[in-house]
């Protein structure tokens, strides 16, 4: 297995210097053998990704035996998206999923591994690199160690199941746009939660104000009616001629991309119902894109008796002791380093 090369490399770095005899005395007909020099010790293996970096920096020898013994503990080979907050590779953008392209060849056609580390992207970039390794990997398992966040998410559902670390997080869906007006980045959901909200709010005072009137003026319902309306009209109305109707739509198909490309990624392992039920979870159930969705929320799926419900309901893994263990030897790496492709031996 190629995982067994990593581990074997890495544990045949302390090869035993051979030592010589202690001296005998000159025997007749027999010279002294000279001692035999010691073995050169061996040279550290040194190890590298098969994406970046390919020879420099050298991938920490503790992390590749992490690696190694994660491979080993799956019986399948692993690939690495991890990324830290600069450097080459440090989003997921067209630059990764170009890299990737150029390497499809080098992608077994076999059980694979995607192991995600990322604070996330551009949604378009995410689902063409998941496309990629599903159409080669026979499953694809996807790998959350500590986060994978916002496009990571996206990337992340192309699992037929997906392993997630004990506290490992994803997040929403919601798609960051740039606000021009405040010159910064923000999420597509604020515009279309605060028209939901308008119209919630002028519902509860149509609600509230109605039955108020009739039990304090004594008219009929058709009369009252007209008057709490033109009142709610007029509550509202400065609300609503502050959204900007071509940026909500804007905003509206930006979402509706997240939930179209998710839908697209689960078919193969969702019926299309459930599919259509976590994207549309995932984009619009989370008040912040900074909200931490858990291991328990991604596998739990709740319903209330009113008809809330709770929870993702995805296929998460059951992993085994030495799965954990190896997981827990990666995590400390990470955040330190960008790592992407395949970890393999540098050549001497």
Avoid at 248 to 277: G, H, I, W
Wanted: proline content about 6%; aromatic content about 6%.
């Amino acid at each position: 297995m190629a995982s067994s090369g990593i581990l074997q490399g890495i544990e045949g770095n302390g090869a035993e210097a051979v030592t010589a005899p202690a001296g005998s005395n000159n025997v007749a007909g027999h010279n002294p053998q000279p001692p035999t020099a010691p073995a050169p010790p061996a040279t550290p293996k040194k190890y590298c990704a098969s994406i970046f970096p390919t020879v420099k920096p050298e991938l920490d020898r503790g992390f590749a035996a992490a690696i190694g013994q994660l491979e080993s503990a799956l019986g399948y080979p692993v690939w690495l998206i991890l990324e830290s907050d600069s450097g080459p590779f440090s989003s997921i953008d067209d630059d990764l999923y170009e890299a990737f392209y150029a390497s499809r060849s080098e992608i077994e056609r076999s059980h694979l591994g995607l192991m995600i580390h990322s604070s996330g992207g551009d949604a378009t970039a995410a689902f063409k690199i998941a496309r990629l390794f599903q159409r080669r990997a026979r499953p694809l398992t996807t790998i959350i160690p500590k986060y994978a966040k916002s496009a990571a998410t996206l990337m992340a559902l192309a699992g037929s199941t997906i392993i997630k670390a004990e506290d490992a997080e994803f997040g929403p869906l919601d798609v960051q746009v740039m606000d021009l007006e405040r010159e910064e980045y923000g999420s597509a959901l604020n515009a279309v939660q605060s028209l939901e909200r308008i119209n919630a709010f002028s519902l509860t005072v149509i609600d509230q104000l109605t039955p108020l009137l009739m039990s304090r003026s004594g008219r009929r319902l058709d009369v009252v009616l007209p008057m709490v309306m033109d009142y709610t009209v007029k509550l509202v109305r400065p609300l609503l001629e502050k959204i900007d109707t071509v940026d909500f739509t804007r905003r509206s198909r930006e979402l509706k991309v997240a939930e179209e490309y998710a839908l697209r990624l689960m078919k193969s392992s969702y019926s299309f119902e459930e599919a259509k039920r976590i994207a549309q979870h995932l984009v619009d159930q989370y008040p912040t894109h900074e909200f931490v969705i858990d291991r328990e929320e991604c596998k739990m799926r709740l319903r209330s008796g009113t008809g809330t419900t709770y929870g993702i309901g995805l296929k998460l893994e059951d992993t085994s002791p030495e799965v954990n263990a190896a997981l827990d030897l990666i995590i400390p790496f990470l955040g330190n380093l960008n790592v992407i492709g395949r970890v393999k031996e540098v050549a001497a």
